[in-house]
């Protein structure tokens, strides 16, 4: 019973932070809207909770030694409860962007201690059977959650789209008391590293985010560039010298682990853009209610339901085909969006959508296995928790570009032809970082290290 209440829980957390991610971005209209806010502010809905999560996914291990995992775990919870339900509740621009801050952050503790949790409870066949389930309430709750986060907001308004992943949390609140008590192994914080980290990305996001509106000559944003230089030598002297670093750095030296977090580095900087963004078009200018530009997002986001075991026979015979193939496909599809227009249609967008989404879909899961494989067993740990931290910070930095690059471009109004115009420049543009990524990829995998097969 136990088993099966820990299995729930962990299963339903896990579906409501996909969900509180792609329901802020078909939200983002009516948001702007609604506050009277500028595009600028109205995107630290999404900013402000990926940079809390990327940041603070890195503490949560450490974390759960000093505090146990069902303690961090359930204070994870709470505080995205408490997030999701402030963003329900606010009437004032800051006050949400507050609120997203707070529930990223709780969603990252409870993301670093989730999944230890079903491993320190389940065992041999039934693990594999429990992760397998995991991964595909992951895929579903990206594949569905513009879906569904768009009839929420034709029904509801866009409070609807916090309010149903602020009840899944509730509902997992209530079971953590009957978790496993799982006590730390007693590792040391980093929290000089950590710290370090923290400030060094938000700094970066900031810098991305602000600068169109400030200038780049402007005191703020060249003083947040020399705190950010200082930042990120200091986290680099810091990792290098700690006796528990919160990363092993001479990680990047296996070339094989940089290839395979650079192909889902790439994903993440190709996919998570247009999730956010992309609704945003079908609504403003296409004309299509939140509802309807939510089923168009199957296009984009149902091939990771179905894909993943594809990619994993592919990977069998050649990893680097399908880290390689991957990415060109995906670089295709994106710049096709170039031809888009106020007046596309369904048919029009499914061959570059589908191309997207069939990288991507092909590569869920399999590159974390064949990432955390790449290194000693002993090492899975540290490549697991740098393999994550680095996709989560190419995607935060890919959508504070992408966010910056539509508001100079479109005005600062993402409507009209001028929304048109920027998001052809921005396909354009991630079509050349997908290039650049498959070009690398295919170089840092072409060559075998030693002692191991040719990949």
């Not at 971005?25 to 999404?46: E, F, N, R």
């Not at 001479?250 to 247009?274: H, K």
């Not at 026979?313 to 399908?322: D, I, W, Y």
């Not at 295709?332 to 990288?359: E, H, K, N, Q």
Request: hydrophobic share 55%; net charge positive; proline share 5%.
């Amino acid at each position: 019973m136990n088993a099966r209440l820990t299995l729930t829980a962990v299963l339903l957390s896990s579906l409501s932070f996909p969900l509180t991610i792609t329901g802020a971005s078909v939200a983002l209209p009516g948001i702007q809207h609604d506050l009277d806010t500028s595009l600028t502010t109205a995107q630290w809905v999404v900013n402000g909770y990926n940079l809390c999560f990327a940041a603070f996914l890195a503490f949560g291990g450490s974390l759960a030694d000093l505090l146990g995992k069902r303690r961090l775990f359930a204070a994870g919870v709470a505080v995205f409860f408490a997030g999701s339900v402030a963003c329900v509740l606010a009437r004032d621009a800051t006050v949400l962007n507050l609120a997203r801050l707070l529930a990223g952050t709780g969603a990252a503790a409870a993301t670093a201690t989730g999944q230890s949790i079903l491993a320190a409870t389940f065992a041999g066949p039934a693990r594999a059977r429990v992760f397998g389930a995991l991964g595909a309430v992951l895929g579903v709750g990206l594949a569905f959650g513009p879906t569904v986060s768009g009839l929420l907001v034709d029904a509801l308004g866009w409070r609807a789209v916090f309010a149903v992943p602020a009840a899944l949390a509730g509902v997992v609140l209530l079971s953590c008391p009957f978790l496993p008590a799982l006590p730390g192994a007693g590792r040391r914080i980093d929290w000089a590293g950590g710290t370090l980290f923290t400030a060094a990305l938000a700094l970066l996001i900031w810098v991305f985010v602000e600068t169109p509106a400030l200038g780049a000559s402007h005191p703020s944003v060249i003083a947040a560039l020399l705190a950010l230089t200082v930042c990120g030598i200091g986290f680099v002297r810091v990792e290098r010298r700690g006796t528990d670093p919160m990363f092993d750095l001479d990680l990047l030296r296996n070339r094989r682990f940089v290839g395979y977090s650079l192909v889902a580095a790439a994903m993440m900087g190709l996919l998570v853009p247009l999730l956010v963004y992309l609704p945003s078009y079908l609504i403003d200018v296409a004309g299509l209610d939140a509802g309807r530009a939510g089923l168009w997002m199957l296009m984009l986001t149902l091939p990771s339901v179905v894909l993943p075991p594809v990619g994993a026979a592919v990977a069998r015979r050649s990893p680097r085909l399908l880290s390689v193939g991957a990415i060109a496909l995906s670089t295709v599809g994106v710049f096709a969006l170039t031809t888009v227009g106020p007046d596309s249609t369904p048919r029009s967008l499914l061959l570059p959508l589908l191309l997207i989404g069939t990288g991507v879909g092909a590569t869920t899961g399999v590159i974390d296995g064949l990432a955390i494989s790449s290194a000693p067993v002993g090492q899975a740990g540290a490549v697991a928790g740098l393999f994550n931290t680095g996709r989560l910070v190419t995607e935060t930095i890919a959508l504070a570009v992408v966010g910056s690059t539509l508001a100079v471009l479109s005005g600062g109004h993402l409507a009209g032809d001028g929304f048109t115009t920027a998001l052809h420049v921005v396909a354009a543009a991630l079509a050349c970082f997908g290039g650049l990524c498959a070009v690398a990829v295919a170089l840092l995998l072409r060559r075998r290290d030693a002692g191991r097969p040719e990949v």
